[in-house]
């Protein structure tokens, strides 16, 4: 058990955690949320704080860069051409209500779930 920086305690996962594999793709097509931010550490205690119990959703409203904030971070569907590489095969790589590690692309840094 680990705490987050407000005392919540929570369970780290393994690096790659349950995730490996991901679910598979439909008509090439994933779902996902994410919160994108320009600093590692800030990632990595947003990462922290979802594996602690707190919302995806609730925290890109607050703290993510992507206009997709207004709407929880929901990206909506969108097929490999639509994304950076990097973005993509964190999706592909996560099983449907999995949580990524921080994922850097050019863009800055993103917490990624997967809905679909």
Known sequence: M???KYGKEFQKKPAGGSNQGGSPIKGGK???SHI???KLSKAQELHEDILAGDKLEDL???FSNCP???RGGSLGEFTKN???PEFWNACKNL???GIS???KTKYGYHIIKRTG
């Open 2 to 4: 680990g705490k987050n």
């Open 30 to 32: 994933i779902k996902a």
């Open 36 to 38: 994108l931010v320009d």
């Open 60 to 62: 890109a409203q607050k």
């Open 68 to 70: 997709s904030k207004k």
């Open 82 to 84: 639509d994304m950076v």
């Open 95 to 97: 099983k449907v209500g």
């Open 101 to 103: 590690k921080p994922v």
